[in-house]
Nanobody, 116 residues
Framework: QVQLVESGGGLVQPGGSLRLSCTAS????????MGWYRQAPGKERELVAI???????DYGLSVKGRFTVSRDNAKNTVYLQMNSLDPGDAAVYYC??????????WGQGTQVTVSS
């Protein structure tokens, strides 16, 4: 059974930073594409960042230059370093893992709130 456990969300002031983590179990994450999506109230879920099994990355336009996605295959973990946060980044952030066969799994989500 695949399980994704996210951590690191919380409340941060504008301009601050947070680091999200997502640890996968039940799947060989080194063979998977991993990443993050987010969903704000009343909005559709959107891409934040993905990282392929070879380390290639892609980012949503609104976070480029501020967020960095990375992975540690030995720990089955993907990270999202978020800098220069603004209120527009507030959302529930979801970890996503897509296997080589196309199966996709989601974490339960972690809330990020940006407010002074």
């Amino acid at each position: 059974q695949v399980q994704l456990v996210e951590s690191g969300g919380g409340l941060v002031q504008p301009g601050g930073s947070l680091r999200l983590s997502c640890t996968a179990s039940g799947v060989f994450s080194s063979r998977c594409r991993m990443g993050w999506y987010r969903q704000a109230p009343g909005k559709e879920r959107e891409l934040v960042a993905i990282i392929t099994r070879t380390g290639s990355t892609d980012y949503g336009l609104s976070v480029k230059g501020r967020f960095t996605v990375s992975r540690d295959n030995a720990k089955n973990t993907v990270y999202l370093q978020m800098n220069s946060l603004d209120p527009g980044d507030a959302a529930v952030y979801y970890c996503d893992v897509r296997t080589a066969t196309g199966a996709e799994y989601w974490g339960q989500g972690t809330q990020v709130t940006v407010s002074s």
